[in-house]
């Protein structure tokens, strides 16, 4: 619900005196979304500014600059997180600016296709660079910030960083990346009161592909490797209102889970837990400690035990 103008001043005057306030509005929350021009991004901008966080949103582009400006509890920052001086300048500006930062979203990212005999070791180098590394910057430069705030760090992963294809080995390795990042940060953090969580989306509509083809080049013959239908237009999948739901929750549940998956149908669920199945089943065949299925039954049961109900 919806604050009158009126209302939210009075609130806010009061936060100075209720720090309890403080800690549970999202007005009084600032939160950094990166990659914030399109797509997910710009669904979780445009979600978290609607429902009150102050929302610092980036991109590269002066044209979605402007776009990104309009929007109601929004600054728009321009910012590449291959970068470091702009990551620097946009510290720079948070810090002036007054607020902290609560949380961070790692989503800026780019896709790319082909086996590693058809793709050039310049678009594997990027595909790091961006989906591993940028994470890794961001992190490095605003951790002290969020950690005044005790806030909530949230990256933006994919299926693909639990499953793999023959066509999609540099992306997923990526997005296995931040797997494991996720679970790290999480370790060293959680002294300070800093949460991280991973957020792992299927396919959605976005302009991943569209861009991948035009910078790999429309006739390319990555994106078109045996095995693999690499399609520009996406308009065929939902739009990504369940993952910025799904971000959002991250941010504001007092106990966010570690990892949200977030897929259009129960298939793209299915795909994806079995995969998981699989791997354990081939960690656990043929080595000295093998568990039987006995043993393997009680450890799931275990862990279900502690696990939350449906979560929608």
Known sequence: MRLSLTVSATLLALTA???????????????????????IGRKIAERLAADGYFVYATARKPEDLKALGGIKNVQALSLDVTRPEEISAAVATISKAGRGLYGLVNNAGIGTAGTLADMKLEEYQLVMDVNATGPVRMIKAFEPLITEQKGRIINIG?????????????????????????????????????????????????????????????????????????????????????????????LSEPQPKRRYMVVPNQQEAEITIRKQIEQLVQLNEGQPYTYDRTALVKMLDESLATARPQTH
């Open 158 to 250: 994919s299926i693909s960083g639990i499953l793999a294809s023959q066509n999609l080995a540099a992306y997923a390795m990526s997005k296995h990346a931040i797997e494991a990042l996720t679970d790290s940060l999480a370790d060293q953090l959680s002294a300070s009161g800093v949460k991280v969580s991973v957020v792992e989306p299927g396919n959605y509509n976005s302009a991943i592909t569209k861009n991948a083809f035009t910078r790999m080049g429309v006739d390319s013959a990555a994106p078109r490797s045996q095995g693999y239908a690499f399609n520009a237009d996406r308009s065929k999948y939902k739009d990504p209102d369940e993952v910025a739901a799904a971000v959002e929750q991250a």
């Open 17 to 39: 005196f209720n720090p309890l306030w403080s800690a549970e509005s999202p007005s009084a929350k600032a939160v950094l979304v990166t990659g914030a021009s399109t797509g």
